[in-house]
């Protein structure tokens, strides 16, 4: 019995979606449980450069089942494309993959209200969403009156449920002031479409809990991929600049609807740096040459959205909290090679807080907004890592680096990476 989670610990985009591919060599089972199309997994493979919003990152290996759970909310035609542009490349997609007949469904209304208030909370206050409906997805599925399930899609009662939401719907954007944004919604337009994408997924829809408690009830090895990071966490991250759903190690029993009883290791994911996409506090942040230079090398530019990503140094407080919140067992660092580039690195240790020196992660955003790092400086290597195979032939100050933030966090790193291609990962044997 194995159930294995990969957990980002800071804003997202830590490299998740390389190591669960990397991983899934010695799986059975890859979930997606959380979040939707706003997240945005890379995988690379030789000269093959893989994008994923929606689907597992254990789809590149033909040998592996990949499961979307009824915790996620999907949009049908990103879906599509996806599945589409996999196939195109000779990715067995629909041999491999099933999807909740309890998820969500990202509806045009969702999008709607996602750019409508966008537009209405600019300044300090925009969350800086994806814009791919993630938030008003998941408040109608905890508002229950106007929520779609993709197994309603499949029902005679749907077309008059799209009625009834669309009417709501128009009155609630009317509210937010986006006139063309009203217009476009069409019921009758949206049976049609939202009925055609059902049928064209409705070999893969079935009901993931059984599925996935038959797996785990046959020994089987579950691998549980998360999206986004843990200080995006909508209960436990930097309020209210996260996302919609628990993504920290504490959503994968929620999401997945696999009991804790499975879940035997979890590994928690980070870059050797740190970086955030769209708006809300971010202690460490770079505003200088060196921040850009990090954002130049490590191509920090969203996957989802083209955004450049804000970047800064690595923020011990906050990868501490969220390891422990998401009882991670060991450190997965990815991105060091980028800090080569670096003549000096620092590791923020503590925060000041008004005078006073605070090593726990505040709960509230005005709190973050004001903290001014404490650093440690440590010497940097300056020479191009990428090539490293062995833990042990990286330069000492990269390992003297790597040491200093385990000890840090409390946690033993297990995994390190150089470069975004499979053979540029190093594992220790701990
Ligand atoms: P995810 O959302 O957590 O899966 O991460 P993203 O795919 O959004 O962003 C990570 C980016 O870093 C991708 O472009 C990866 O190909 C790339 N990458 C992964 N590991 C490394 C690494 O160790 N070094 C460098 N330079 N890039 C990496
Ligand atoms: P992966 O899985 C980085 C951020 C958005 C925004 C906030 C809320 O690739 O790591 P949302 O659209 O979810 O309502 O946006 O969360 N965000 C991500 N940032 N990586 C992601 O996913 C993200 N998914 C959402 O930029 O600040
Ligand atoms: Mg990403």
New binding site residues.
Partial sequence: MSGLCII?LQW?????????DLLTAKQEVVVRYQGGAN??????VGDQ?Y?LHHIP?GILNAEVLNVITGGVVLNPPTMLDEIQSLTDRDIQVKRNLKISDRAHVVMPWHLAEDRALDQATQGDNNIGTTLRGIGPCYRDKVGRSYAIRLGDLYRPEFPERVREIVEVKQRVLVGIGDESEIASLNADEIIRQYQGYAEQLKDLVCDTNTLLLDAAEAGKKLLFEG?Q?ALLDIDHGTFPFVTSSNSSGLGVCAGSGVPPRWIDKVIG?AKCYSTRVGGGPFPTELHDEVGQNIRD???EY???TGRPRRCGWFDAVAVRYTSRLSGIDTLAM?????LSCVDEINICTAYDIGGTVVKEFPSHAEDLKVVKPIYETLPGWKVDI?EVRNYEDLPQQARDYLDRVSELVGRPVEIV????DRA??MFREL
């Fill in positions: 980002g997202g985009d830590e490299a998740k979606g390389k190591l669960v997240a945005g997994h890379t995988v690379v450069t994008k990152s999206a990071g994911v090398v490590g191509k969203g996957t989802t990815m991105m060091l090679d980028v990428t990476s150089v470069g975004p540029q990962t």
